[in-house]
């Protein structure tokens, strides 16, 4: 039951000046920001700029307008034709933009000019004339400094002018105003430095700050130098306390000198002393303009705001994103803008669909931003209670009348309460989560429709974007919430919760889906072009012939026939292909990751013969978890290597959700890495520029050039990281130079990026040292040509987009034949070359082969399913398995047979979970659940339902009340088999060493128990129930675990350990099991000091050892006996190989 | 550059040593101090037990006491006053009361020294592996060093076990699963995938078992896949080895006397005692985190109040540390058992404004004990704050080079990472000579 999404285009936001109707839908008032405000309706649409005048009757010393171009000398406004007190610009990357323009700021004409300052070295120069300038301030003078600022959040102090401190040792700060990270915003400051005996600081910072993203605010500050508490600082013309934070208040008099003065950044133009953002109108006076004259320089008429004029749905909800709000905890902000909109299904939602940028990249926006959603709704008639829960404020209005607003969220420490459980609302009500605020109001119900619109602020002061349990929910005055506005009865309950949950991640996933093939469909069609472009290249290439072999040999596909044409001529007959069954269980493991389902072998079965297996392979390819099963191979691959705790360790951002996406969509391959190596879009939620992230790693792209190497060239790194490869032909230069390619400009090489002491080793060459400077160039002209490839660069001058191109061009000697490589080791056991990241030395086993099927990859737009479906398909594939014994890597492997293969960590776990029919129930990767730390500082990887989605559980502070006793099972498991919580280097082939933990994880490991307890929630359980006969249920157990039916000797077995009391294991009007589950939602990093935190998970931890609770609607002694079935089937060394 | 014979040749020599290491516990040669021909001093210790104050533990108010300061007024120094111990001119904290008697079995590091002190994990990762994060590779904790080199002592038992959170700071890295760590988070049970449930009784076992010998058995005669599939069936029967009555009946503490359980104290003094019988049971080397948070919210992590209850942490620590040394004793297992505390840094003598302290690294405590060191030594010596090295600076490398020699293992010897990658097993460390001699 789902609605189909509809994606707008987004449109600009309507303003109305004057009386436009005020068509907002809900109660909600948008305050004017500013005391000062007092429209001037007849200079409003006025060309001149009043602004200019009103400044020069205060009569400034300096006034710079930026009206030209701000790459040319910008000059005085104060004085007509004077030269002296001219800005120089420093570096000439300006960007002229438009400034503070009417009618919203009606003392500026609407073709206002400002500049943006975007990189630490931009900022302007002001010589001064001299001794006792007009510029040098002294005990007495009174200064004035002002400048309507946009500003970008930055961290730092930067200036927005400040005379003197411009070089390093030099201490001399007359005057300086500055803006400080503080809040949502940026505080006001000013400093200087006294001289005397007593020379010190002296830094006033103000109380109230600047929002940012909401567009141009105006600043100023006035003081007479000498008496400190003259100080006064104006935001929007409205005057803001602040203190002397730094060095006190002094009566002692600044520095003077002949010392510059800078605009747009100081003390040597370090970052974070740069300013960032838009900049206009900066004036210096000297004297201290009145709270009046102050005033009179800021106006500004709010627009009216109205929301997107779209029409409310008769069912589901309209939710419109706002993006460019005002970052303070306030309901009173300037009109953001409209982003887009989409349907829901009803008043809830647990993630807000993402966004996508033109490439279908997930993209962040605006933190915070607003979300909107608008229904209409049946009043029952009678008493009823509203309820709404957000993360955020949300704002609840009926008809335009507001109801109810919840609280801003205020979460932060860690030393916080373990709030009580309360459940008083409602009978069966789920506890509000930890970090949510509610909010319920009584109406009187009429029976009739009524519009209802819940706003509610997203993310904001750095914290994810996050929305809790976020949904507004209707209730009788003593009867249990039910999610209003939907079809289907969602009940605010524990138990309904879980059904809640999938049905809102399924949609989730959809609409993303549909948003994100919407938003891409131009830049498909340039990976159309690229595609008939690689297509034409190749098919100018050489074409192996398909050998001729005799019959025996024939196989399926033309595979075959290379594959044969070797054996035939080495005299090797080819091994047996494997029975239907083992086939299906092969080719699930394969695509899906897990086992088949008793349903996916009823439908292979019920197959005609002949080509049930082809059928199988489409229906298998085309299955959901396709996607999950490739996520970990890249997250090995790429070093996909999120922490959920200050990421300290190498890590990077969990780029995890767009290999899930990419592999969701079959995403042509060189799309993938095209993707990959632009490192474009969102860093914390997901989008591929968290592959650009490396914590406290000096060289970040020499590592992510590393990774590439392997993944996409085939060259091993490694050791080139800190001096030139002993066994590859690869220098230390080589990789620095693509390092440098991925920067975009050139790279120094980190001190730590060396042998320390240089080398003593015979085998190692140093030839960079550190200090040196490397270009960017492209090392690798041997496996792909920098030549003739400019006309698919979107952007020739970008020296990364160029290493996207160079490394996944059809030209590549290594791009195509590489990931075939990958693709053949996956699915056969070996490869044609032995080490899928390192063909230094490789001698492919089949060359023709693996030209063949590269050139197929890349006629066909490097469609992996394509490939796979030729793989599966041939007899190659569906032979029998071997140990490999007798492969020799110098000579490589026939492929008679294929070679054994253990299940990888994540095939085990999740096929264990298939067999059994349980849900994880592993509750989510994450620590901050009630978003209360920073977004750089947490992360929230989701509920946890497939093995690929479980990260380190970062305990490094060993703190039960950090622990996460529920995935902490899985982690147990997953590493014991060889899956990597942390992956700070790239890995193409797993160890399998074997070790004891192993088969005993298996034996007695937590998860291993749930999956042989029968317990209520699992469908073996009921298959225990319903089975007519012992056979059945041996039968079914085996489809389920083993996919074949039990031997004779098998079922003989077990129907003699099964057949006693068959006939009443059924318990008749069972116990229900009862347990009272610990409320999952109550410990978070904010209160994890407290000692009741600890409590609350050493109680999970108690109910994780506790395990699953065996039913009670089976006979104990019965159950048992199955239960020990199944444990031997799961112990048997045939569940843990692929056939 | 090598050709294609040559690096394979090469290779085939480099891991020749290290190939037929398993965890069940046979030697690699050569990784071993009696075959190399480096020069470094020969330990004798067999064992090692790693005790961890998770959170940073702080030198001046435990091991390197100083002048009393005041948390209130901002005077820097001692939380607590000082007290005499065995060793003339060595004093310990007042609240290690128990330890200061037998000082004369420790060796006090006093001037460690590394420089991460912004974030938990990354110092952690530090102390566990010796190196900071690479980015090319996953260094091993020196768990899983030790207990890689010198395998298990007894093929029924783990080499490598910890009582404590898993994390990966205490993982093998790049020496994979197999020099990984069996963990257990407290004593009431033993380490899960090794304990049989409660609710299987030894005849449902023997049961299981059975009944499962007959399905691997048919299995075995029918399965494709050869030596691969044998060698994972021998693995079974070491797994059910393992969990079976021998090795299990060690995590019984209640086999032990009440008076010696009540001497080892707490919970974690449980864990000390069942680290004594998981060593007798041929265990290499346990990691055992004194993480009792619920003490003082912080554990030893005391920033603001968490300072207050401080000395609550250390008094659990000096009892359970005493009993462990001198039951070892009474074993005549002390010489033999490397006893090692350690913590991600150290804290600075000065205050914070909620009376509590903050991180430092450039000068802190590593105790050692037993080993069969020289011991009763004091190695460096600190300021007046504790906070800087007045003689000589214990770099980490030389931290860990040291509890390799003392385990008899060549601190310069190369371990080959991704198979070929020679990886020095510590980063150029040096022993401290004089615990040798």
């Known amino acids: 039951m789902r609605t189909v999404t509809s994606v707008r285009t987004s449109r600009s936001v309507s303003f109305a000046v004057g009386a436009v109707a005020f068509t907002l839908l809900g109660g909600l008032e948008w305050l004017p920001t500013a005391l000062a405000n007092k429209p001037s309706p007849e200079k409003s649409t006025s060309d001149v700029d009043d602004y200019e005048l009103r400044i020069q009757q205060d009569a400034p010393v300096a006034y710079w307008r930026f009206t030209g171009s701000p790459n040319e000398p910008v000059n005085n406004s104060a004085v007509q034709g004077d030269t002296r007190l001219q800005l120089i610009p420093h570096q000439k990357s300006f960007q002229p933009v438009a400034g503070p323009v009417s009618p919203e700021f009606p003392r500026f004409s609407q073709s206002n000019t400002a500049v943006r300052l975007q990189e630490p070295q931009s900022y302007f120069k002001l010589s001064d004339p001299g001794d006792n300038s007009s510029l040098d301030f002294d005990n007495g003078d009174e200064i004035t400094l002002e400048a309507w600022v946009n500003p970008v959040r930055q961290e730092g102090v930067p200036y927005l002018i400040g005379k003197g401190r411009l070089r390093a040792g030099k201490d001399n700060q007359n005057y300086a105003l500055r803006l400080q990270n503080k809040g949502g915003g940026m505080a006001v400051g000013f400093l200087f430095k006294s001289r005397g005996e007593k020379a010190d600081w002296h830094r006033w910072t103000s109380n109230d700050i600047v929002t940012i993203g909401d567009g141009w605010h105006h600043v100023a500050l006035t003081y007479k130098f000498g008496e400190p508490k003259s100080i006064a600082a104006y935001i929007d013309g409205v005057l803001t306390r602040g203190r002397w934070d730094m060095g006190g208040e002094t009566t002692n008099p600044p520095v003077v000198d002949n010392d510059d003065v800078w605009i747009g950044s100081g003390q040597q133009a370090v970052a974070s002393s740069s300013y960032q953002g838009e900049l206009d109108e900066v004036a210096i006076y000297r004297k201290s303009l009145t709270t009046k004259q102050v005033q009179s320089h800021y106006e500004y008429v709010r627009p009216k705001f109205f929301l997107q004029n779209e029409a409310v749905p008769a069912s589901g909800v309209l939710v419109q994103i706002y993006e460019g709000l005002s970052d303070r905890k306030s309901w009173t902000f300037r009109p953001p803008t409209f982003s887009e909109s989409f349907h829901a299904e009803h008043f809830g939602l647990l993630a807000v669909p993402k966004k996508y940028n033109e490439k279908g990249i997930h993209v962040d926006r605006s933190n915070p931003f607003l979300m909107v959603l608008t229904g209409k709704a049946v009043l029952p008639k009678g008493e009823h209670r509203l309820l709404i829960r957000s993360r955020n404020s949300a704002r609840l209005s009926m008809d335009g009348e507001q109801l109810a607003e919840t609280k801003f969220h205020s979460l932060g420490g860690d030393n916080g309460p373990v709030f009580e459980v309360d459940r008083s609302l409602a009978p069966n009500i789920r506890p509000l989560h930890r970090g949510d605020n509610e909010a319920v109001v009584t109406v009187q119900g009429d029976g009739q429709e009524h519009v209802f619109e819940v706003q509610a602020f997203v993310g904001g002061n750095n914290r994810r974007q996050e929305v809790g349990e976020f949904g507004l929910y209707l209730a009788t005055p003593d009867g249990d919430f039910k999610l209003l506005g939907s079809e289907k009865d969602y009940w605010l309950t524990d138990a309904a919760w879980l059904d809640y949950v999938e049905d809102q991640e399924q949609w989730t996933r959809d609409t993303n889906a549909d948003r994100r093939h919407t938003a891409e469909t131009k830049e498909k069609e340039y990976w159309a072009r690229r595609h008939a472009w690689a297509k034409e290249i190749v098919n100018e290439q050489e074409k192996p012939a398909v050998p001729s072999t005799g019959p025996e040999y024939q196989g399926n596909n033309w595979i075959d026939r290379f594959i044969g044409a070797k054996l035939e001529a080495a005299g090797t007959k080819p091994g047996p292909v494997i029975d239907d069954t083992s086939f299906l269980r092969r080719l699930s493991l394969d695509t899906t990751g897990r086992m088949p389902t008793l349903e996916e072998i009823e439908t292979f079965l019920n197959d005609p013969p002949k080509t049930r297996r082809s059928l199988a392979i489409e229906r298998m390819l085309n299955a959901p978890e396709w996607a999950d099963h490739w996520v970990s191979y890249w997250q090995d691959v790429l070093a996909e290597n999120p922490n959920i705790i200050n990421p300290t360790l190498n890590n990077t951002g969990p780029f995890r959700f767009w290999i899930y996406e990419s592999f969701q969509d079959n995403k042509p391959f060189d799309q993938f890495a095209t993707e990959l190596v632009m490192m474009e879009g969102s860093l914390y939620y997901g989008g591929p520029a968290g592959f650009s992230m490396a914590s406290q790693n000096d060289a970040p792209m020499a590592a992510k050039a590393h990774i590439l190497g392997e993944a996409f060239l085939g060259v091993q790194m490694t050791c080139a990281r800190c001096h030139d490869a002993p066994f590859h032909d690869v220098k230390q230069r080589d990789l620095f130079s693509m390092a440098a390619m991925l920067n975009r400009k050139e790279l120094t090489l980190p001190k730590t990026s060396t042998v320390p002491g240089g080398s003593n080793s015979l085998l190692i060459e140093i030839t960079l040292n550190p200090g040196d400077s490397i270009p960017p160039e492209w090392a690798f002209d041997k496996f792909s040509e920098d030549n003739n490839i400019d006309s698919m660069l979107r952007n020739d001058n970008d020296s990364r987009e160029r290493t996207a191109l160079l490394l996944t061009s059809p030209k590549s000697q290594r791009f195509a034949p590489v990931f075939v490589n990958r693709l053949w080791t996956r699915y056969l056991g070996y490869g044609f070359v032995e080490k899928p990241e390192d063909w230094e030395y490789a001698q492919p086993s089949h060359p023709e082969l693996l030209t063949a099927l590269s050139q197929e990859f890349a006629t066909n737009g490097y469609n992996i399913k394509h490939l796979a479906r030729l793989i599966f398909e041939s007899e190659a594939y569906q032979r029998e398995a071997t140990d490999g014994a007798n492969v020799d890597p110098e000579v490589g492997y026939d492929f008679a047979r294929t070679i054994k293969r253990r299940l990888t960590a994540e095939q085990l776990v999740d096929s264990m979970f298939a067999c059994a029919g349980k849900d994880f129930d592993a509750d989510e990767m994450c620590i901050d659940i009630d978003s209360g730390r920073t977004v750089n500082l947490s992360l929230n990887l989701g509920r946890l339902t497939k093995s690929w989605q479980f990260a380190s559980l970062s305990n490094e502070r060993d703190r039960p009340s950090l622990d996460l006793p529920y995935a902490s099972p899985f982690v147990t498991t997953l590493e014991s088999f060889g899956w990597r919580s942390s992956r700070q280097d790239p890995l193409s082939t797993r160890a399998t060493d074997l070790t004891p933990m192993q088969p005993a994880e298996v034996a007695n490991g937590l998860l291993a128990r749930r999956i042989t307890t029968l317990s209520d929630d699992g469908e073996l359980t009921q298959a225990a129930l319903d089975a007519e006969t012992v056979e059945e249920f041996i039968n079914t157990a085996y489809r389920r675990f083993l996919t074949r039916l039990p031997t004779d000797s098998e079922l003989q077995q077990f129907k003699a350990l099964l057949d006693e009391d068959f006939s009443q294991r059924v318990v008749q009007n069972p116990k229900p099991v009862h347990r009272d589950r610990v409320v999952r939602s109550l410990v978070a990093w904010t209160n994890h000091l407290h000692p009741d935190a600890t409590t609350v998970k050493l109680q999970m931890k108690d109910e994780v050892q506790q395990g699953d609770l065996p039913t009670n609607k089976l006979a104990p002694d019965w159950r048992e006996r199955a239960e020990d079935m199944i444990w031997v089937i799961m112990n048997s060394p045939e569940f843990m190989f692929v056939p | ?437």
């Open chain 2, 1 to 437: 550059m090598f050709n294609h014979t040559n690096r394979r040749d090469f290779l085939k020599q480099a891991v020749a040593g290290s190939a037929g290491i398993m965890a069940s516990g046979s030697l690699a040669s050569s990784l071993l101090a009696s075959s190399s021909g480096h020069n470094f001093p020969k330990g004798k210790a067999e064992h090692c037990i790693m005790i961890w104050l998770g959170g940073g533990s702080a030198q001046i108010d435990t091991f390197d006491p100083k002048k009393r300061g005041d948390a209130k007024e901002k005077i820097p120094g001692s939380y607590y006053d000082s007290i005499d111990t065995a060793v003339p001119g060595i004093q310990v904290c007042e609240h290690l009361k128990q330890c200061a008697p037998i000082m004369d079995r420790f060796n006090l590091l006093r001037t460690v020294q590394h420089d991460v002190i912004d974030e938990h994990a990354a110092a952690t990762n530090r102390m566990h592996t010796g190196r900071p994060t690479a980015g090319t590779i996953v260094y091993p904790s020196i768990g899983s060093l030790v207990s890689y080199a010198r395998g298990a002592i007894n093929e029924n038992a783990p080499p490598y076990i910890l009582i404590g959170y898993p994390n990966l700071t205490r993982g093998p890295g790049f020496l994979g699963s197999k020099a990984g760590y069996v963990y257990l988070t407290s004593t009431e049970e033993g380490p899960a995938s090794f304990t049989r449930p409660d609710n299987v009784s030894t005849a449902r076992q023997s049961r299981r078992e059975r009944m499962l010998e007959q399905v691997r058995r048919e299995y075995a005669e029918r399965a494709t896949g050869g030596k691969t599939i044998q060698d994972y069936d021998a693995s079974v029967s070491a797994a059910l080895r393992l969990s079976g009555p021998e090795f299990m009946s060690v995590f019984e503490l209640s086999q032990e006397k009440d008076d010696l359980r009540n001497r080892y104290g707490s919970e974690f003094g449980q864990r000390l005692l069942l680290s004594r019988r998981l060593l007798q049971s041929g265990v290499r080397f346990i990691e055992v985190s004194h993480n009792l948070n619920f003490v003082n919210g912080s554990g030893w992590d005391t920033h603001n109040d968490g300072q207050l209850k401080q000395h609550l942490l250390i008094q659990d620590l000096d009892q359970a540390l005493s009993a462990l040394i001198l039951d070892l004793e009474e074993h005549k297992m002390l010489d033999k058992t490397l006893i090692v505390v350690a913590s991600e840094f150290g804290r600075p003598a000065g205050f914070d404004n909620g009376g509590g302290r903050g991180h430092h690294a450039d000068c802190f405590t590593v105790a050692l004990a037993g080993g069969g060191l020289q011991n009763g030594k004091m190695i460096g010596t600190s300021d007046e704050h504790a906070m800087k090295a007045l003689d000589r600076s214990v770099s980490i490398p030389d931290l860990f080079a040291t509890i390799c020699c003392t385990m008899g293992i060549n601190p310069g010897i190369e371990l080959y990472a991704a198979g070929d990658r020679p990886v020095p097993i510590t980063d150029g460390g040096k022993p401290i000579a004089e615990l040798f001699s």
